[in-house]
């Protein structure tokens, strides 16, 4: 198997001491594989010099592994934005052209290779995906892959991914379920149509993994470690090769919730005596850390010094950081307020029992389409002229929501904009960037803002920004309080990490700045 080269400046292989840390071996422009022993080699395709866009190809004597499959967002940015998009009927084509997707044959689904007129390989490139977590930068890509290709990660992942495949309207978002495109079917009167619907689905092979069991794949064993990130389900992967052991930590901190699954993992990837290790390096410039305790505290104080209705931003998938503003708004006698999104997101998990039911939040119900679930709107009605909308039956109010969306209406504890706008003291109500036009309804006459998310990092996100401070502003919710933990360990972490596991080798991806992890 021919791998790709790396160029110096992109990464650093170097032999870890315990007590020091110097690189041995560097690459050179020239070298074109990465070759550990005679059985071991790899590419990183994606994740290098940049953070997010995890792509790395193992192989181990004859068993190829792709670690994550994720998006690149600051490569897809360059290109594409809201208003100008990939296109499903050029497939993987526009993909290809600018360098988002590997050009590698045996790897992408049949029905897309062969509409573009590319070749299709009837073997898979790969064995299997090992998937670190559900993050679109390490899962994103998921959607091109074929559907032979065993898909290994944990339940929490998979969960996830389903959320998300069953709520999102990206064309790309086949992440559970392949559902064959550019097929037609014959009909009873000797034509065709478009395959649709459940008969163009195919269930993707995913096997779910138990914390710490070792699974065989051919002739190598891989162990999920679960990890502390900014969404559940995270996991670092040990990988035991007849060539020598390799650790691939995905994403992970230890000043979260659950930092006592980061440090056991270092343990295990100290006990493997890894040959080589790939290590994200999100922050590795950075020597300090907000816990999530930091966020909990200081959210209480904000809270409980507003009588108006609390804002709340942070990531939709975060439900740690779920967790940290329910009991926020519990401790100061109100109620946390989500979107029919995360309200399915935390249906799908009632099941683990680590996160709040769905009952004990209040889920939030929009106006959408026609906006007939109010009764301060009207519609027109053929025989009797203009009348209220809610007045419509059922049926045509829940038309104007998308058949996931529908079986939450009906719940006892929906609340609407009118109850935020009458009763704001009651509520912490998470409110995203893409439903800040609910404002208009809402019209808070006072009330507080608090963020809970990175702070921007690019010319897009500071644009982004503006304009959320220009609704902001125009609601009277000014200030900003940023309150936020990020989800990934600082440098003087990872250094400490590494000095422990002690790999022979050591490849940092995920970063920008992989000259400091030797520094």
Known sequence: MVVTALALTSILLGKIRRYGREPKTRLSEK????????????????????????????ESGKTRLMLDFGLSFSRYKEYFAEFLQPRKCNALLD??????????????????????????????????????????????????LREDISILCTRETYL???????????????????????HFVKTRKGGYRRLEGERAKTPRKFVLLEPYEKYSVDDVEVQAVPVDHSLPGACAFIIYTDYGNVVYTGDFRFHGRRGELTRKFVKLARKASPELMFCEGTRIGETENVTEE???????????????????????????????????????????????RQAYLLKSFEETGEYPRLEDVAVYVGRKGWGLMSDEFYVHLEDLGWVKGSELD???????????????????????????????????WRCDNFELNELIDVRPSRGVYIRSLTEPFSDDMVIEEKRVRNWLRHF????????????????????????????????????????????
């Open 294 to 340: 930091d966020v909990e505290r200081r959210s209480e104080e904000i809270v409980a010094s507003s009588d108006g209705l609390v804002i709340v931003n942070y990531p939709l998938r975060d439900l740690d950081r779920l967790q940290t503003f329910f009991d926020v708004a519990r401790k100061c006698g109100r109620k946390l307020v989500v979107n029919l």
């Open 95 to 144: 993909w290809f052209e600018f360098g988002l997707l590997p050009r590698m044959k045996g790897l992408y689904r049949k029905d897309y290779s062969l509409h573009c007129g590319l070749e299709f390989e009837e073997e898979p490139l790969v064995d299997a995906l090992l998937l670190t977590h559900a993050h679109l930068d390490h899962s994103g890509l998921i959607h091109f």
């Open 476 to 519: 009277n919710l000014l200030p900003v309080h940023q309150v936020h933990a990020s989800g990934h360990a600082n440098g003087e972490e990872i250094r400490s990490m590494i000095r422990v596991v002690e790999p022979r080798k050591l490849v940092p991806i995920h970063t920008e700045a992989p000259q400091l992890f030797f520094a």
């Open 160 to 182: 996830i991914l389903k959320a998300l495949e069953e709520t999102s309207s990206w064309s790309f978002g086949d992440a559970v379920n392949l559902r064959k495109s550019f």
């Open 31 to 58: 070298m074109k594989y990465i070759v550990m022993g005679k059985g071991l080699k790899f590419s990183v395709l994606g994740g290098k010099d940049e953070v997010g866009g995890n792509k790395v190809l193992l």
């Open 394 to 428: 059922e049926k045509q109010v829940k038309l104007d929501y998308c058949k996931w969306e529908r079986g939450f209406l009906d719940l006892e504890n929906t609340v609407t904009y009118k109850d935020l706008r009458e009763r704001p003291e009651e509520f912490v």
